[in-house]
């Protein structure tokens, strides 16, 4: 089953809305729409959207399709990583309420963005003229929008809205949007016509019939608009002007002013109205969202709190100040996913945007201040990169002696288990290799970085008699007797690396990750890899494509990204997944 991707257009009026295949293609006649009450009541509002995603996905559905995610484009002001609307002249009800699990309730965790509505009318305009690589958008409608590409990149601000804005530009004591909207035309209009006109629509009517007030005003308008945005055109030497919104359709009432005023821009060479209202915004927020949805994407950690846990994570990691046991850097795992904290997925969780929990790997920064459980894994292998250990710290690696359930349990009950277990003192840049059924344990004093299958099933073997909430912590013993493995000491040795810094770049190679560690000092190159690969910073900093990176930043980079670069001085783990 081929994948696809919903776009929908929030409007006053209505809601619109088609589907796009993971190529960009249009897919023929799946173009639907909802009508909706911008000032409706917000349980009627919801409905609506509700309504119009459920069609759209059982429309995919019957031609074959699963439907990947959704991007929608929306007036401002809104918080696009939040995806929160901050509107207040219009969709009063929706302030504050986060919109995005209104439609995963209908298309289950699958990503959910949004561009501002300027900014997807803008892209969409674009895709006409791949050729022009500085354009301009305008939108007339109830409001003033704006919006830039320049060199073939939409510009955004910081919270994801246009980079610059024009409806609040000072105008004769009032501002632009005062004289360059519905109501500014209307309103002018009704200020030197004898008989009033009830909207901007009826002011075009009478211009068409030759009413010479309402073609003075549209050519007022052009002016104005000409005058306010000229300066900006010319800073970012822009080649093409396109109009949208609803007074867009009046173009031709207001070029002449318009061209007369942007006649001293140098860099124009072409201003046109923008063709097919309906779909413009939609192929402009499609395009935007598959061009933008592979790029490295920084990962926020989940944070977990457990009894051995220090406070290095906060001091020397850049993780939030206070106890932290475990930072799981890059998990989808059901009991903690990473948060994407940049790009267009700002603020959703990684098994959103990868839409499954399915995932080979996890990938944890463990600060162990004190000792944890001896213990052993059914289930998952997994690999400790040591970061920083205290004079003297130690873990258990193994036992000493081949594996005797009998002995073993009596040890356990006498409280010498710690007599079987093989101790190895560590220092920082040894790597450990943890076949499952090896009894293991980090020993007090010592920051790891571990990279495991996506499993968190342990069996608690042994736990020092500690107690959490006044009860002794659940032990596993009769699960770990069917566990644990014999291993010898060949064998641990020989799964066992111990690199410094001029050490082997592969740390391990088997069939569920491979680990390489790379020491930067200027310019790498992370070459493209079929699957995903992941970054974790574990010394020093710099940048990982634009993005800065920092000790203890996670990045996950998507199939199909290519090389990225890395510059500045850092130690990095790199995973990958054949």
């Not at 060199?151 to 919270?159: A, K, V």
């Not at 001091?315 to 904290?341: D, F, N, Q």
């Not at 002995?407 to 840049?429: I, Q, S």
Request: glycine share 10%; charged share 25%.
């Amino acid at each position: 089953m081929d994948s696809c991707i919903i776009a929908l257009d929030i409007g006053g009026t209505f809601l619109k809305s088609c589907l796009f295949t993971e190529e960009g293609t249009l897919i023929p006649d799946s173009f639907d729409r909802e009508a909706v009450d911008s000032n409706g009541e917000l349980p009627e509002v919801k409905a609506a959207y509700q309504r119009l995603a459920l069609r759209l996905k059982e429309q995919a559905e019957r031609r074959g399709f699963f439907v990947s995610a959704l991007a929608a484009d929306t007036p401002g002001p809104f918080d696009f990583k939040a995806a929160v609307s901050r509107m207040q002249h219009k969709y009063t009800a929706l302030y504050g309420i986060p919109l995005r699990p209104w439609f995963q309730e209908i298309l289950g965790e699958v990503p959910v963005c949004f561009l501002h509505d300027s900014s997807a009318f803008l892209a969409g305009a674009a895709s006409a003229h791949p050729e022009i690589r500085n354009l301009a958008g305008v939108m007339i409608g109830t409001g003033l929008g704006f919006a830039l590409i320049r060199d073939g990149e939409l510009l955004q601000n910081e919270s994801g809205g246009p980079a610059r804005s024009i409806y609040r530009t000072p105008y004769r004591g009032l501002t632009a949007e005062d004289f360059v909207s519905g109501r500014g035309i209307r309103n002018r209009y009704n200020e030197i016509a004898e008989t009033p006109a009830f909207d901007a629509k009826e002011v075009a009517d009478r211009a068409l019939s030759g009413d010479s007030k309402a073609l003075r005003v549209f050519e007022e308008t052009g002016e104005i608009l000409a005058e306010v945005i000229a300066p900006i055109l010319k800073e970012f030497g822009t080649e093409a002007l396109c109009l949208g919104g609803q007074i867009s359709k009046s173009f031709a009432l207001m070029e002449g002013g318009l061209r007369k005023g942007l006649k001293d821009v140098p860099s124009l060479r072409l201003v046109e109205a923008a063709e097919d209202l309906d779909l413009v915004h939609l192929k402009g927020v499609a395009r935007w969202y598959l061009k933008k949805k592979t790029y490295p994407m920084k990962l926020g950690a989940v944070l977990k709190d457990i009894l051995w846990g220090g406070t290095k994570l906060g001091e020397c990691y850049h993780k939030p100040a206070g106890k932290i046991a475990e930072a799981w850097e890059l998990s989808v795992h059901p009991e903690g996913t990473s948060t994407v904290e940049n790009g267009i997925f700002a603020g959703q969780s990684l098994s959103s945007v990868l839409g499954s929990t399915d995932f080979p790997v996890m990938i944890k920064l463990i600060d162990a201040e004190d000792r944890l459980s001896i213990q052993v894994h059914p289930k998952k292998t997994e690999m400790w990169v040591i970061l920083e250990a205290k004079p003297g710290a130690a873990l258990v690696y193994g036992l000493k002696k081949p594996f005797d359930e009998e002995t073993f349990r009596k040890a356990l009950a006498d409280g010498t288990v710690e007599e079987l277990l093989n101790f190895v003192p560590v220092r920082p840049g040894d790597v450990f290799f943890i076949p499952q059924g090896l009894v293991h344990a980090i020993g007090a004093g010592i920051l790891i970085a571990e990279i495991q299958e996506n499993s968190n099933v342990t069996y608690r073997v042994y736990d020092y008699g500690r107690v959490k909430d006044g009860k002794p912590r659940e032990l596993h013993v009769e699960a770990a007797m069917k566990t644990i493995r014999d291993f010898t000491e060949e064998e641990i040795r020989a799964k066992r690396f111990e690199t410094g810094p001029e050490g082997p770049k592969t740390l391990a190679d088997c069939p569920y990750f491979k680990v390489d560690r790379v020491s930067v000092d200027g310019l790498y190159e992370i070459p493209a890899h079929p699957g995903f690969t992941s970054v974790v910073c574990i010394r020093g900093e710099g940048t990982i494509g634009s993005e800065a990176i920092e000790q203890g930043d996670s990045f996950y980079l998507p199939e199909g990204l290519g090389a990225v670069g890395l510059k500045g001085r850092m130690e990095v783990l790199l995973t990958t997944f054949a």
